[in-house]
């Protein structure tokens, strides 16, 4: 085969070889369009869990949400929630806003990293009450219950002021 012959197949191969990278570009520029266009107007997953850039997490959405996490170690919840957790950055449980799966209630907590220091509580019923809470037993609780105002403030877990008196 002489030059002039192996120039035109060379000149072939690259005109073949032009017009494969040409498909495939167009077939990568489609696939994206078309990816782009794909709009999920539903998302169906029973849990999303959000994590930080060290793989901690820090968020859950879910029905029901996991057993919280406090100063490291995974605790029984006191009965099953759905909705939002946040955790600290050490993936301790330090708050929510969730649904009791067996009650109805709604309720948005705040913890401490030891314990819940705050809570907002509505009835599925009715009525609700706000409460914060220390750990010396401590307790501020302003709700309506059972259709009545009250207020109620604990010291060291023993009532020095309600009103009205629950005292029968």
């Known amino acids: ?26 077939a990568f520029f489609v696939i994206t369009l078309r990816a782009q266009s794909d709009v999920t107007d539903n998302l169906r997953v029973r849990q999303i869990t959000v994590v930080d850039a060290k793989g901690t997490e820090r968020v859950w959405i879910g029905a029901p949400v996991p057993n919280p996490i406090v100063q490291g170690r995974r605790v029984p919840r006191n009965g099953a929630v759905s909705g939002m957790i946040v955790l600290d950055a050490k993936g301790n449980e330090r708050g929510g806003f969730v649904t009791s799966d ?26 609700g ?12 609780r302003l709700g309506v219950l059972r259709d009545r105002p009250t207020l109620l403030l604990e010291e060291k877990s023993q009532a020095v002021f ?6 029968r």
Do not use: C, K, W
């Open 1 to 26: 085969m002489n030059a002039s012959q192996r120039i035109e197949v060379l000149e072939r191969r690259v005109r073949a070889l032009t017009v494969m990278l040409i498909l495939t570009v167009a």
């Open 102 to 127: 067996p009650g109805g209630g709604v309720f948005i907590g705040l913890d401490s990293e030891q314990r819940q220091e705050a809570l907002f509580l509505v009835n599925a019923e009715g009525g």
């Open 129 to 140: 009450h706000l409460s914060i809470y220390d750990n010396q037993g401590n307790r501020a």
């Open 162 to 167: 309600e009103q009205p008196s629950t005292a």
